[in-house]
């Protein structure tokens, strides 16, 4: 079984950077694609940035160019770099990861990722 674990967060700013960090364990073999979803409040859980393990990466259009996303050598590894931050990036802040053999689309269909984190909090102040 898949599991992730996340990391970072906490309460910046506006402007500042922050960052989040996901480990994936549990894979029989290679990772699938991870992804950063989030929950911001009264809103539905939306897909944030999405990253494959051939490097290819994807983001919403509210992120872009202030969001980037990468992973180690191990693949297990995703960092979420998150700057310029703005109050309505409050959100919970959750890790997914999709089955190994899916490939990542451009845009994601977010529905491929299957298996969660328990999410992690950043909260951006005016």
């Known amino acids: 079984q898949v599991q992730l674990m996340e990391s970072g967060g906490g309460s910046v700013q506006a402007g500042e950077s922050l960052t989040v960090v996901c480990r994936a364990s549990?894979?029989?073999?290679?990772?699938?694609?991870i992804a950063w979803f989030r929950q911001r409040p009264g809103k539905q859980r939306e897909g944030v940035a999405a990253i494959d393990t051939d490097g290819s990466t994807s983001f919403v259009q509210s992120v872009r160019g202030r969001f980037t996303i990468s992973h180690d050598a191990t693949k297990y590894t995703v960092t979420l770099v998150m700057n310029n931050l703005k109050p309505e990036d409050t959100a919970m802040y959750y890790c997914?990861?999709?089955?190994?053999?899916?490939?990542?689309?451009?845009?994601?269909?977010?529905?491929?990722?299957?298996?969660w984190g328990q999410g992690i909090l950043v909260t951006v102040s005016a």
């Open positions: 997914a990861a999709a089955p190994s053999w899916i490939i990542l689309r451009h845009p994601p269909d977010w529905n491929t990722f299957k298996f």
């Open positions: 549990g894979y029989s073999g290679s990772p699938g694609p």
